[in-house]
């Protein structure tokens, strides 16, 4: 009889069963919940920052939950496109309580502390089930650590980027749930049981894999990071559940299955709404994005172990080649290899670096992001495995050091010594990360003294172009010129804004000039529409009229439904003395609101320049029917009928502009004319008289005045 020979497969130690939630609990849970909202409170009173004013002040489909077609249909090329769960979250702040602020950095306060819960959740129930000491401290100390690092307070303080907390909220829900639905044997069966098979899961065990679907949908739905999420699961269970990834699918296939389905959903997504800045079709190719991403990549990590300085906006991807990052690139490379070689030999630390790297590198690899080259958000969720990788690996060095006490005879009390300064140091540690992030907290309190920072300690073009924007607001056009001007250097966009600061300062010529630069070097950009209705504005002021009106037309093509910028053009094309197709366009605006008094009155204004007295005594008549106590208009139709040569008719809106306006000198000149035309000379002479006491010097009021007096008619009233 031959020898078996025993087997090879690395065994695991049994799942414990599960318990109901033990009161200890209770403490850790309270302590979290406690030093999240102590570290956060100072933010409640932030103000709207950045990418906040379209996300949330300018968003209309936040301003109404019902019908939910609304909230999850978020527009396009804004920071919630493609995410209705931000969207409609922040539908549900809007309806609580409006856009007073402190109400979203709430809801971003709680998201924090409930990432935090399941983190927690998640590191305990994995270290337990490895048998680790102190599972409950270690994943406590894992926790805290990444709550209160300053290196997350972006995500929590800038609104908008709660996408990426919501996101990392269903990532670990998703992994909490699969946990949860782990098999009752975990995968351990001998060699000779034979193939897995699937078999029906506990109901509970139904209800955890229902929820990890459902979370990793709606992530799905909340930021396009979640698309690792699946094989993150898939990776956990063939660390700490089965013995290869084959059994794990043939034992959890639906479970997979339902999460690989979620993928659908983020296809779906980036189908209807895709974005400009992201993706293959971008400026920036892959490649240099890759570059880029190194450098940053040592930026984050540096950030993990000493969080300073940081910053808000790092700027655009820049041009580099191999030969500008080969330091960064080699470090890359050596920690991905040693990632891989962790995750063959000590698959456990494996996986927390083969998570870090998976996490980040939806956004840190070589689908470039063109509007971005990093930010300290994207470090969210992958920091977790950072924070776990720390505690577990302080609480195996600090077991080493009791280990070590113990073996050379030392007494109890010394093993509790070690501990106890351990535990000490740990809460130092925490302290003076909460406190640091207390400090960012305040910073984002001050958007001037913000981008101030951002600018002296990462200087580029897009920050000095936001902190010209405070100065504006402020009222310090000298600082915001000049911060303008240095950040059309690198940012050619920023020249929107330079032009528009001069043409407000007055300085018309240098503001066109910009202008006009900004409009030719960015034909397809957002701005343009604006830019080029300023630069219409900008002509006309200097009497540029048809220069104006030329600049008007092009945006009718894109916009033609802008009833603002056609009201321009046929304003500028009545200043040019274009008189026919300014009427045109003012028909065309009166069509769309007849019930606007302002722009019957403006047509009747040009037709009447025109010459075309019929129609503006029509639409005068109109625009008096929508504000009949309008003088303008009162004297305006009694004008027309003298020209008309119908003063009898006149006279009456005469008298009635004068009642509306006794006061005004126009309205006595009119009435005057009217009553002189209908022969009343003493009358009139009167009314000419009293205009000259009122308007002293005025040229029409005194011929009229020199006319009646001699017995003859008088010219035409051009009312006021």
Request: some cysteine; proline content about 7%; charged content about 20%.
């Amino acid at each position: 009889m031959t020898a078996t020979r025993p087997s090879r497969v690395r065994q695991r130690p049994p799942i414990p069963p599960a318990r109901p939630p033990r009161a200890h609990l209770v403490v850790p849970i309270l302590l979290v919940v406690a030093a999240g909202a102590a570290t956060y409170w100072n933010s409640l009173g932030g103000p709207f920052i950045w990418d906040d004013q379209i996300s949330i002040v300018t968003n209309r489909t936040i301003q109404q939950l019902w019908p939910l077609s609304e909230p999850l249909r978020p527009p396009r090329e804004t920071p919630v496109a493609g995410r209705p769960i931000v969207n409609l979250s922040l539908a549900i702040n809007y309806a609580i309580g409006g856009l007073s602020g402190c109400g979203y950095h709430a809801g971003n306060i709680a998201l924090h502390i409930a990432c935090a819960l399941l983190l927690f959740g998640i590191v305990r129930r994995t270290l337990a089930r490895l048998a680790a000491p102190s599972a409950d401290r270690t994943a406590l100390a894992a926790t805290l650590l990444w709550m209160l690092h300053p290196l997350q307070s972006e995500a929590v303080d800038y609104i908008t980027q709660r996408s990426e907390s919501l996101m990392a909220l269903c990532f670990l829900l998703t992994l909490y749930g699969a946990i949860r639905a782990r098999p009752g044997d975990g995968g351990r069966r001998p060699a000779s049981a034979g193939p897995l098979r699937p078999k029906a899961a506990a109901p509970s065990a139904t209800r955890w894999q229902t929820l990890s679907v459902v979370a990793c949908a709606c992530g799905m739905a909340a930021k396009e990071s979640m698309v690792v999420a699946p094989l993150v699961v898939v990776l956990y269970d063939r660390t700490f559940e089965f013995r290869s990834i084959r059994d794990a699918i043939r034992t959890r296939p639906y479970l997979y299955a339902g999460l690989a389905a979620t993928w659908i959903v983020l296809g779906a997504l980036l189908w209807q709404q895709p974005r400009s800045t992201a993706g293959l079709s971008t400026a920036v190719d892959p490649w240099t994005y890759l570059l880029n991403q190194s450098q940053m990549l040592i930026v984050y990590l540096r950030l993990s172990v000493w969080p300073d300085p940081l910053i808000l906006d790092y700027g655009l991807p820049r041009a580099l080649g191999l030969g500008d990052v080969v330091p960064e690139v080699v470090v890359a490379l050596l920690l991905i290899a040693a990632s891989g070689i962790a995750l063959v030999r000590w698959p456990r630390i494996g996986f927390l670096a083969a998570a870090f790297f998976l996490t980040l590198a939806p956004t840190s690899s070589v689908i470039p992001i063109a509007s971005e080259v990093g930010a300290e958000r994207r470090m969210y969720l992958p920091f977790a495995a950072l924070a776990t990788l720390a505690a577990v690996g302080g609480r195996w060095l600090i077991d080493r050091v009791v280990a070590r006490t113990a073996r050379r005879g030392s007494s109890a009390a010394s093993a509790v010594r070690v501990g106890g300064m351990a535990a000490g140091l740990t809460a130092i540690v925490l302290a003076a990360l909460a406190v640091r992030t207390m400090y960012r907290n305040a910073e984002y309190a001050r958007p001037p003294a913000l981008w101030a920072r951002i600018v002296e300690r990462r200087p580029h073009g897009r920050a000095r172009m936001a902190l010209a924007t405070e100065m504006v607001a402020a009222g310090n056009h000298a600082g915001a010129l000049a911060q303008l001007r240095e950040a059309v250097r690198d940012f050619p966009d920023a020249r929107y804004a330079l032009g528009t600061e001069l043409v407000i300062g007055g300085r018309l010529d240098d503001g066109i000039a910009e202008l006009r630069q900004f409009i030719q070097a960015r034909p397809e950009h957002p701005n343009r529409i604006p830019a080029r209705t300023l630069l219409a504005q900008a002509l006309g002021l200097e009497k540029r009229f048809a220069e104006a009106a030329d600049e008007l037309r092009p945006i009718l093509k894109i916009v033609p439904g802008s009833e603002g910028v056609r009201t321009l053009l046929a304003d500028m094309l009545f200043a040019s003395g274009k008189t026919d197709e300014a009427a045109a366009e003012f028909q065309t605006l009166a069509a769309r609101r007849p019930d606007s008094p302002a722009l019957e009155s403006k047509l009747a204004a040009t037709l009447l320049t025109a010459g075309r007295l019929s129609e503006a005594a029509e639409h005068f008549q109109k625009a008096l029917q929508l504000e009949p106590r309008s003088a303008v208009l009162n004297r305006s139709l009694a004008e027309v009928y003298v020209r008309q040569n119908d003063p009898a008719r006149a006279e009456p809106y005469a008298r009635e502009a004068l009642r509306l306006e006794p006061g005004n000198a126009s309205a006595h000149n009119v009435l005057g004319i009217t009553l002189a035309a209908n022969g009343n000379l003493g009358e009139a002479i009167g009314h000419f008289q009293q205009a000259l006491r009122i308007s002293p010097g005025d040229p029409q009021a005194q011929a009229n005045l020199e006319r009646a007096l001699r017995g003859g008619g008088t010219g035409s009233a051009n009312p006021r």
